[in-house]
């Protein structure tokens, strides 16, 4: 049953929509954005038609040919051509946008020449309508011989026709030819076809062009089809130069049948307008930062009683845990352990929703593309171009998706150097550690009446991450060579009013993940770290026990100061205890004691769990009685030796330097290697951004001390 279900692919150029529709489809709330570079991999989902019938429908990158200039369009090509692929489908729907067909239709008119059975949506009808754009559906269809349907995905209104379409399409393609492919190579692509059993002309010419890109040709087929073109002296560019004018001659036929315009677009009119402020050589930077500078004001000022309430709860919880759970290991486990380890994390969660609203606002308005615009001059002068950009910034939710998104980057020398420095960018795993150090030593106190100091400290992180990734990426372009040049075209969406429904499921499903995938590694390493923080070599403990056993040790103290001490002591010669004290001649230059070592080794595996670790650690080497958050806890940590308190201005500054520069996070690390296929450069990365860090964090401490 599984074998013959509807395979549908939805196809479009960047900005149409594309995962809008799906998502109206499916229900699985993928993330959508006003600006290129979304959908960065296929993506799979399935609707139920009216017959009671599943289908599943596949979301391909956007892309405006069937040539590819990155990663993700190859994609594209790849799904539509291969019968072999998993994803291989019955049915293509080409999502196009009304207010600009001239463009999108050349996608159509090469996907129709696959010999794929076609449907056309018309998407954002209600912005061609608002422009005076006059299409005449019926004679549009008719000319092409398809099924199209009318949509403005944005309102969900036609996605019940378009499943209709769906329901009610052949197997066969009715589409009709849009241009004489075999004109432009005849010899080449008869024998081409012949070589590989391609019953497709088009399909036989476009592997001429791709054939090194294509995973489903060995070897000897790609030497082949080289070797044939050599014979015809073939010449791709000119082919496609051809091709492109024969296809714009044919949909300018079209248009001129069934499309009018009487005036242009009243969006894009205001949306020009705003452009002429918001990309403006200098206003534009001023208001970018300006913006900057709302968002991380807002989210010290707005998550302050959120925080202070979820602080409470934990608190709480420890109480009744210690009140009404029996004593013994099981509960210092479940309390000093996993509650303790969670509590350190989930306390940010209000501000890892923030920010996801504000970058999702951003994104969906239209000005992400804008800032990507803007900084394609500068992105140049250091090695990069102006789609780097939407990773970097992307890269302050999280390096992941990021650096995947670099498949948009045509250039393999700039995609590196992109991939090499988003992990640079300040991403939302780092605002925990860094709103909780600036609450410890930047004072609560307003600038000018209006400036939240707090919150200008914040910024300042951040943007001078955004800093240092674009003076490596300037190092790293006279260190790695390439002989291939870099340009950037892209398209500018008009702006419109961000959906808040895709506002609160991107927070959602951000403070979602963050809470599941974050949650199991803290736990785990909460539970793993108590271990190794609450036992020790024997004789040690021992040591320890039998030292304040004796009168004379234990002479005036109060029971709770003595308690805190064996705690204390107990901790210091615990296996962690070694492990921290062990590197803690190597990190003490930085201001670090060996309780920060410890978290610096753990939070390897996320840097979130950094916080866990210290909620973990000052709840076993804290007193039962008193139930502190982990800011107070943390606020109130002395130093046995010098009686100073250990997280000063000096030490705080020197940690957030150093999360701010070192790569803390494996799954990074994977997701480099898995896009790079070579160990090598994750390797690089870890060793530089570490470096940096170590030196930059020296730096600062004994500057601050």
Not at 48 to 72: C, Q
Not at 288 to 302: V, Y
Not at 379 to 392: C, D, E, H, I, W
Not at 625 to 654: D, I
Request: aromatic letters at 10%; hydrophobic letters at 50%; charged letters at 20%.
């Amino acid at each position: 049953m599984l074998k013959n279900r509807l395979k549908v692919a939805l196809v479009g150029n960047p900005n149409t929509g594309k995962s809008t529709i799906f998502n109206a489809l499916t229900g699985l709330n993928q993330k959508i954005g006003n600006f290129p570079g979304v959908t960065v991999d296929k993506k799979t989902g399935f609707t139920k038609l009216a017959d009671g019938e599943t289908v599943e429908i596949i979301d391909l990158p956007g892309t405006y040919s069937l040539y590819p200039k990155s990663a993700d369009e190859t994609i594209v090509f790849e799904v539509l051509t291969n019968p072999n692929n998993s994803s291989y489908p019955n049915l293509v729907v080409i999502v196009a946008d009304a207010t600009n067909l001239k463009r999108n239709l050349l996608l159509y008119t090469q996907i129709a020449d696959l010999g794929l059975p076609v449907i056309i949506t018309l998407n954002m009808m209600d912005l061609a309508v608002k422009g005076n754009i006059e299409i005449d559906i019926d004679a549009f269809a008719k000319r092409l011989n398809i099924v199209v349907v009318p949509l403005a995905a944005r309102k969900s209104q036609g996605i019940d026709e378009l499943k209709n379409a769906i329901q009610y399409a052949t197997k066969v393609p009715l589409q009709l030819p849009t241009i004489d492919v075999e004109d432009i190579a005849p010899e080449l692509i008869k024998d081409i076809s012949e070589l590989l059993t391609i019953k497709n002309p088009y399909i036989a010419l476009q592997t001429s062009h791709q054939h090194q890109n294509l995973n489903y040709l060995t070897k000897s087929q790609n030497e082949a089809i080289k070797a044939l073109k050599i014979k015809h002296d073939f010449h791709s560019q000119k082919a496609q130069a051809a091709e492109t004018i024969a296809r714009y001659n044919y949909i300018n036929d079209i248009l001129l049948d069934t499309v009018k315009y009487t005036s242009v677009a009243l969006e894009e009119n205001i949306s020009n307008k705003i452009d002429h402020y918001l990309t403006h050589k200098v206003w534009g930077f001023v208001i970018f930062i300006g913006i900057l500078f709302a968002i991380f004001q807002s989210i010290f000022a707005w998550s302050e009683y959120p925080m202070m309430l979820i602080e409470t709860v934990f608190v709480w919880l420890a109480e009744i845990g210690y009140t009404y759970l029996p004593a013994g290991v099981f509960t210092n486990l479940l309390i000093d352990g996993v509650l303790a380890g969670l509590s350190g994390v989930m306390v940010f969660i209000p501000q890892i929703a923030l920010l996801f609203a504000f970058i999702a606002v951003l994104e969906d308005t239209g000005y992400m593309s804008r800032v990507t615009f803007m900084m394609d001059k500068l992105m140049r002068k250091v090695g990069l171009n102006g789609k780097s950009v939407v990773p970097l910034i992307g890269g302050l939710a999280c390096a992941v998706p990021s650096i995947m998104s670099t498949r948009t980057i045509e250039n393999w020398k700039d995609r590196i150097i992109t991939i090499m420095v988003t992990p640079l960018v300040g991403c939302s795993a780092r605002l925990p550690i860094y709103t909780l150090l600036i609450s410890l030593v930047v004072p609560k106190k307003m600038l000018l009446g209006f400036i939240n100091l707090q919150g200008l400290v914040l910024m300042s992180l951040f943007l001078m991450s955004i800093v240092m990734a674009i003076l490596v990426a300037w190092v790293m372009k006279g260190i790695i060579r390439s002989k291939a040049k870099g340009y950037f075209i892209m398209e500018l969406p008009v702006y419109r009013m961000p959906r808040w429904n895709n506002v609160g499921i991107t927070m959602y499903e951000s403070v979602k993940t963050f809470v599941t995938q974050a949650g199991k590694v803290i736990i785990a390493v909460s539970i793993i770290l108590w271990v190794l923080a609450s036992y020790g070599p024997s004789d040690r403990f021992e040591k320890i026990d039998l030292k304040y056993a004796k009168i004379e040790n234990i002479k005036g103290l109060p029971a709770d100061e003595l308690e805190r001490i064996i705690a204390s002591e107990k901790l210091e010669n615990s296996y962690a205890g070694i492990l921290g004290k062990s590197i803690e001649p190597s990190i003490k230059p930085l201001g670090f004691d060996w309780k920060i070592g410890i978290a610096l080794i753990t939070s390897f595996a996320a840097r979130e769990v950094f916080v866990g670790t210290m909620a973990t650690l000052y709840s076993v080497d804290g007193d039962d009685t008193k139930m502190e958050s982990v800011r107070e806890k943390m606020a109130n940590a002395k130093n046995p030796l010098t009686g100073q308190v250990v997280f000063t201005t000096a030490t705080a500054f020197s940690l957030m330097i150093f999360y701010a520069f070192a790569m803390q996070c494996m799954s990074t690390m994977a997701v480099v290697y898995r896009e790079t296929k070579k160990i090598k450069w994750p390797l690089i990365q870890f060793t530089y951004m570490l470096v940096l860090a170590y030196v930059s964090s020296f730096v600062v401490y004994q500057l601050l001390k």
